[in-house]
């Protein structure tokens, strides 16, 4: 059960960081907002988990 959590919380910071990498090539101008919107939430993730 915790080999499993852990995958699922790895996979997450890497999915969104992706994201961000896609948006940040579609939209240069996007780009303060998504490295801001990315450290918040993995900041989030690694306190609440």
Known sequence: MTLLVTTDY?????????I????????????????AIYLIAVGLLGLIH
Do not use: E, T
């Open 20 to 35: 961000a990498g896609l948006l940040i090539l579609w939209r240069p101008r996007l780009l303060n907002y998504i490295v």
């Open 10 to 18: 790895l996979r997450i910071p890497a999915a969104m960081a992706l």
